[in-house]
């Protein structure tokens, strides 16, 4: 069965710094990896995936994911935090057990900027 | 584009009345919708697969009695809380995927925030 796991319930950053949110993934076969973001009360947006190609993708926002196969982790990676970042963020991977494209979520990592 | 709607965007109801949730595809047709529960500070959880025209497929653990989905259209389907209880208050997400083979990834609704007084 794919699972995706999220080790960090909250990552702290200063705006203007640097973040990396972690991901971790067990799949049979390739994987199709996806990052969304949650903020309060609303539903999830898409920022990024990686289905094949190159290892750095970049997505929404100016967020980016780097697909390492031998570490089997998918990080999100910013290069300089901002505030509105602050928010509820997902790392999934398509269950490729079923036809059905259903996605298996992490726990959820919550990401709080600091002016 | 890829746009899901959900409605309503909060529902107050009492214990033991039901309550449905709409789920639409506004700028195109979806033949597969998920429904999600997200509890507070949670994950999601899937509920249920829904496809246009056919039963919908539960996860184990759901209550499809309970939990009554209807996916009559490409552009709509709905939840059904029958018999709501305080326990079922809950944040309820849909989302919708585009026909098989295109993008792959799901598109969300805003979300339903149920409250059972």
């Known amino acids: 069965a794919q699972s995706v796991a999220q080790p960090e319930d909250q990552v702290n950053v200063a705006e203007g710094n640097p973040l990396t949110v972690k991901c971790t993934y067990s799949v049979s076969g390739n994987p199709y990896l996806f990052w969304y973001v949650q903020y309060p009360n609303r539903g999830l947006q898409f920022l990024l995936k990686y289905i094949t190609g190159d290892n750095l993708v970049k997505g929404s926002y100016g967020f980016e994911a780097e697909f390492n196969k031998s570490q089997t982790s998918f990080h999100l990676k910013k290069p300089s935090a901002l505030v509105s970042d602050s928010a509820l963020y997902f790392c999934a991977v398509r269950d490729t057990d079923t036809g059905f494209q259903k996605l298996v979520f992490g726990t959820g990592t919550r990401l709080l900027v600091s002016p | 584009g890829a746009v899901v709607s959900q409605h309503p965007s909060r529902v107050i109801c009492k214990s033991g009345t039901s309550v449905k949730i709409e789920c639409r595809s506004l700028?195109?047709?979806?033949?597969?919708m998920f429904w999600y529960r997200q509890f507070p500070k949670k994950s999601l959880m899937l509920m249920a697969t829904s496809n246009e025209g056919s039963k919908a497929t539960y996860e184990q653990g759901v209550e499809k009695d309970k939990f009554l989905i209807n996916h009559a259209s490409l552009t709509l389907s709905t939840l059904t809380v029958t018999s709501a209880h305080p326990e079922d208050s809950s944040f309820y997400i849909c989302s919708a995927t585009l026909p098989s083979g295109s993008r792959n990834e799901q598109f969300f609704g805003p979300g339903t925030r149920l409250t059972v007084l």
């Open positions: 700028d195109f047709q979806a033949t597969t």
